[in-house]
Each structure stands twice: as C-alpha cells, then as structure tokens.
C-alpha cells in the first residue's frame, strides 16, 4: 500500500491568505477526485524566533491515499469514518496529485507579497523526526532541506525562492511522540474577506467554562477574544484543546457570522516543543530555551514600557525582557530583586541580546527590607545622622558610627510558582499553565496566568 505526505509551507502574508485553509481547499480538491485523506491534517508551528517567518510560523501537512480495492476502516475524522485502501503501486495513481497541489497554491497561496515563498513537498516515507526537532528550535537553511529532498522526497516544488520548503519538510517530520494538541479552524465566507469579524464575546466566554479541555480562548482581564485573528485572512475563529471530541461541542457554543467550512487539525501549539534547557553562556540568538540564574540587576523600564532584568548563571549573565504587549505580566516582573532565584522561559532575540518571556518559575525569593529610621547611639540614646550616601552612620554628640540603619522586612507580594504572559501575547506553541497543572496535578506551587 502506497500512501503519499504532502506538506505545504509559506502561502500566507501579512495582507492576508492563511496555508491552514490551503490546506482545508487542498483537502476539498482531493476528496473530489476520490483520494483519501488519512487522519488528521496537521498544524505544526515552527521556530517563533526566525526573523522572516510567516504570519504565524505555521506548516501544513496531511497523508494522502488513492482508494482502489479493499478498504479498512481505521479512525474518525470531521464526524465521518476514516478508510485506508490497499492500492497499487502504481506512481501513476499520484501524477494528478501533483498537478492538484500546485493548482491550488497558484490560486490560493499570496504570491504577490514579496515575502511569500511557497513551497510544497511529497513524502512516501517521512522524514527523521530529528528535522522537525531542528526547525522548531533552530535554524535550517534552504540548502541544506533541497539536499535532504533530492535525496528523498517523491516531489518537491518551490516557487520564488522557495523557503516554504523548509517549513513543509518540518511538517511532514513532525510526529506527536512528545505531545500534542488540537484546533478547530473555521473559515469566512469569500465576500467577507477583509472586513470585521462576528464572534460573539459572551458565547466564547461561555465555552470557555463548559469545554475545559479547550484553552487560550478568552483574555479576561485584557477583553481579548483570542479565537479571533487579527489580520484579513479568510479565519474566522479557531478553538484550539486537547480532545477533538471536545472542539465540536466548543463550535456548537460560540455564536459567530456563517461558517463557510471548517476543520480540525492535529498540532503541536501550546506544547513548549520549540524551547530547550541550556546555561547561559550556551545560548544563542533565535533559540529558545528555558535557563536558570540568580537575579543579578533591578529590573527597569524602558521607554516604551518593556521591563528588563539581569539573571546570572555559573556561566555568565543575560538580560530578560517582559516587553509592553505583555501587559500585567511586567508587575510580577517589576517585584522580582537581586538574589531571587528563576527559571526563565522564552525566545532569544539577536538584538538586543535578550530572553522574550513567555513565562517564569520564581524558585526562591530572598528577604527583602527597608529603613524604618537612622541607627540609636547605644552610647548617647540618640538618633545618628547620616554621613553620606553608602557611608553609614555618626552620633553628633559623641561621635559613635554604625553602618546599619534599623529596617522591617517587607512582604514581597510574590511567592514561588509559574507566571506566565497573559492571553492576548501568548506564542501559539508556548505551553499554557492550564496544561502544566492538568499534566502535573494541582501542584503545591502558585500558579498564575495574567
């Protein structure tokens, strides 16, 4: 039996277009010509870090077969029973495969961006999990993808320069060994294109309560419906969550404008799979890794409102960044000082050279005081005056110093656990707390998401 992955990368812009519903009129497209779509299509994000990434880093990729002959029921699928088929192995049962792919990309894909560079690829065998490893945590360059598809795709196409191929390769490589979640996309009608979008806030509230396998649908505190994109593609929401099951009873409670058609993909969002435990001084730009150190400088603020500190390692120093879109996140890291022990989570920008937070474990917080008053002379009773700034203490009368003034401690107003950014700045792979606390139990350490 010969079943053929097809992978599509680099279709969308800033301007609009979207490679998941690509892939949804690909699927459409096939299943008119009898071809069979095994499983779920799936959605693998990518390096959030590479500066010329896609709208959303986001790779498209599903496995195609030719029903001929015996068929075997394997699975469910969008609510109907999945088939496999035995086919022969004819190459010729697949020539308008090809033909079907590339159409619907010259129609669907934005290839008028000069940013776009589409690229789709046919696997028989997948490639080593390992690839997808690599380009969801590093870079890969064209080249070296072109070398591993010479070598082993059935067919490859990439138009412009064709840097969706490197996406589409990693899509096809991806395998859910570590973890996995799901989304349900639905899409607009064409004439809607481009103007507002109807998804009722209250209905999305609604589900977010009642589908509690569903997660990062609704930004209370920031009234942001996250189901809802913000750019002209043809999405009009999508509701990601743990058991597809769950995703059609999600859809049967938000309330919106018409569906046109609508899809479910098997993904790797809200996973951490892009992040990787590094010290400090292995660290690079576009990486994305979780690192521990001692707070080593106050943080600050820039203009512009993005909070910067310094954590130090046995291995060297590097700056974390709660940048402004991160919102109420910043006044956790505003409260964290010299001493206190963390576990960082982010992306590495090239410059600056700093950690973007998605979220943070305070491990341990040190002490914290302030003065009350200036030091008593033990010899005279008296309040000592000030010498001058770091210089400590002296008794006008009779001259005794002391450095020390008398202080209280201070309540800190933070204790250890996760934090994480809110909703609205949330990376679509970035791992919500929701899932760390369903996966670990309700955990002894705080937890908290703003």
């Known amino acids: 039996m010969i079943?053929?992955?097809?992978?599509?990368?680099?279709?969308?812009?800033?301007?609009?277009g979207c490679t998941t519903y690509v892939a949804c009129m690909l699927i459409k497209e096939l299943t008119k010509e009898k071809y069979d779509i095994i499983g779920y299509p799936r959605l693998v994000r990518l390096n959030p870090n590479i500066p010329w990434k896609t709208r959303g880093n986001g790779a498209v990729s599903f496995l195609v077969g030719k029903g001929e002959g015996k068929k075997t029921k394997i699975g469910e699928i969008r609510e109907k029973e999945v088939?496999?088929?035995?086919?022969?192995?004819?190459?010729?049962?697949?020539?308008?495969?090809?033909?079907?792919?590339?159409?619907?990309?010259e129609e669907y894909a934005i290839l008028g961006d000069e940013n776009t560079n589409s690229g789709f690829v046919l696997f028989r065998n997948p490639p080593s999990y390992e690839v997808y490893l690599k380009t969801v945590r590093g870079i890969v360059s064209l080249k070296e993808v072109k070398e591993l598809l010479d070598s082993s795709a059935w067919y490859f196409k990439g138009f412009k320069n064709g840097?969706?191929?490197?996406?589409?390769?990693?899509?096809?490589?991806?395998?859910?060994?570590?973890?996995?979640?799901?989304?349900?996309?639905?899409?607009?009608?064409?004439?809607?294109?481009g103007s507002p979008r109807f998804v009722d806030d209250v209905s999305t509230k609604k589900m977010d309560k009642i589908v509690s396998s569903t997660f990062d649908n609704y930004d209370y505190e920031n009234h942001h419906n996250r189901l809802v994109?913000?750019?002209?593609?043809?999405?009009?929401?999508?509701?990601?969550?743990?058991?597809?099951?769950?995703?059609?009873k999600a859809k049967s409670i938000v309330k919106s404008e018409k569906v046109d058609s609508w899809i479910i993909f098997e993904?790797?969002?809200?996973?951490?799979d892009h992040l990787q435990e590094k010290n400090i001084r292995d660290i690079q730009p576009y990486d994305s890794v979780i690192t521990q150190g001692v707070v080593s400088?106050?943080?600050?603020?820039?203009?512009?409102?993005h909070v910067v500190f310094e954590i130090k390692d046995e291995t060297g120093f590097i700056d974390c960044?709660?940048?402004?879109?991160?919102?109420?996140?910043?006044?956790?890291?505003?409260?964290?000082?010299?001493?206190?022990?963390?576990?960082?989570?982010?992306?590495?920008?090239?410059?600056?050279?700093?950690?973007?937070?998605?979220?943070?474990?305070?491990?341990?917080l040190v002490e914290k005081y302030e003065k009350v008053e200036n030091p008593v002379c033990p010899v005279c009773g008296k309040h000592m005056k000030s010498i001058g700034r770091n210089q400590g203490y002296r008794c006008i009368k009779c001259g005794s110093k002391s450095n020390y003034p008398i202080v209280k401690r201070?309540?800190?107003?933070?204790?250890?656990?996760?934090?994480?950014?809110?909703?609205?700045?949330?990376?679509?792979?970035?791992?919500?707390?929701?899932?760390?606390?369903?996966?670990?139990?309700?955990?002894?350490?705080?937890?908290?998401?703003?």
């Not at 079943?3 to 609009?16: E, F, K, N, Q, R």
């Not at 994109?229 to 509701?239: A, D, M, Q, T």
């Not at 400088?297 to 409102?305: D, R, S, V």
Request: proline letters at 6%; aromatic letters at 10%.
């Open 321 to 364: 960044a709660a940048y402004e879109p991160t919102k109420q996140f910043r006044k956790i890291v505003r409260k964290l000082i010299p001493g206190d022990m963390v576990e960082v989570y982010g992306g590495v920008r090239e410059t600056p050279f700093t950690v973007n937070l998605e979220k943070i474990r305070v491990k341990m």
């Open 267 to 272: 993904t790797n969002q809200g996973t951490d």
């Open 83 to 105: 088939f496999s088929y035995e086919t022969s192995s004819d190459d010729s049962n697949y020539d308008r495969l090809k033909e079907i792919v590339e159409q619907v990309i």
């Open 410 to 450: 201070v309540e800190r107003g933070l204790k250890p656990g996760f934090y994480e950014v809110p909703v609205c700045a949330r990376r679509h792979i970035s791992k919500p707390l929701k899932r760390i606390k369903r996966e670990n139990g309700e955990s002894k350490l705080n937890h908290k998401s703003f």
């Open 3 to 16: 079943l053929i992955w097809v992978g599509v990368d680099d279709t969308d812009s800033t301007s609009g």
């Open 229 to 248: 994109p913000n750019s002209p593609c043809p999405v009009l929401y999508g509701v990601r969550g743990e058991n597809p099951v769950d995703l059609f």
């Open 297 to 305: 400088k106050e943080p600050f603020t820039l203009q512009g409102g």
């Open 163 to 193: 840097r969706g191929l490197i996406g589409a390769t990693a899509s096809v490589a991806w395998t859910p060994v570590r973890d996995r979640t799901f989304e349900l996309i639905t899409y607009r009608k064409k004439e809607k294109w």
